[in-house]
């Protein structure tokens, strides 16, 4: 699953330009039975299968650093935003445990991981597409990664607000005008457009969606 989007774009030019080391493991590579088993039902039953320790044990530990940070994905965690991406920017080693089926033995959680995130409510077939999302929203955020450090700075959710709204030529498109300020030349009152724009849109997202977009 992570060959392709990882393979694309800002996280492949980051990994080209040595921002970014990046490496996907299989947890069968650390199972030692003859079919290699990484799952097995749970105890007092129920549906499903979890992720042994075993093997997850013996990743974790063959693969974590002195400063690794060990993050489990999985529904359970806390909430991923922009300020967590900035604050996992920040750390040298990152070993992300990608949750499958109904997720870990408790083990794993309780004496291995330092942090668990999920990237909203509801339910996915692994974590493998979470670890994507942080790895890239992480990765946007790395020195050098975009570019323009400012692209960093201005996007959504960098100051707690929506990006201000953003026009491009041609000036006037089948009746529709680009804002005369944005024309204007005067870098000041375009400054306080999209700080205005930024906070009204900011608003709008926390009302909630509008009829229409429920229909």
Do not use: C
């Not at 039975?33 to 990484?38: G, I, K």
């Not at 974790?60 to 650093?65: H, S, T, V």
């Not at 949750?99 to 077939?125: K, M, N, P, Q, W």
Request: glycine letters at 8%; zero cysteines.
């Amino acid at each position: 699953m992570f060959t392709g989007p990882l393979d694309e774009s800002i996280v492949k030019r980051a990994r080209q330009a040595g921002l970014l080391d990046l490496s996907v493991h299989n947890l069968r590579d650390y199972a030692h039975d003859r079919h290699r088993t990484v799952d097995d039902r749970p105890f007092g039953g129920g549906p499903g299968m979890l992720l042994k320790p075993e093997p997850l044990f013996e990743a974790i530990e063959a693969l974590k650093g002195e400063k690794t940070r060990v993050i489990l994905l999985s529904p359970a965690g806390r909430a991923f935003s922009q300020a967590i991406a900035r604050e996992l920017a920040q750390v040298e080693d990152l070993l992300f445990v990608s949750g499958h089926y109904e997720g870990f033995d408790e083990r794993v959680r309780e004496e291995l991981a330092d942090d668990e995130l999920s990237i909203g409510d509801y339910v996915l077939t692994n974590g493998a597409l979470p670890a994507m999302v942080v790895i890239d929203a992480v990765t946007r955020l790395l020195p050098g990664a975009l570019g323009d450090e400012e692209s960093a700075q201005d996007e959504s959710f960098s100051r707690g607000l929506l990006e201000y709204p953003q026009y491009t030529r041609p000036a006037e498109f089948r009746g529709m005008k680009v804002p005369e300020v944005l024309l204007s030349g005067n870098h000041a009152q375009i400054a306080k457009w999209r700080a205005e724009k930024s906070a009204r849109t900011n608003e709008r997202t926390q009302a909630g969606p509008a009829l229409k977009d429920i229909l």
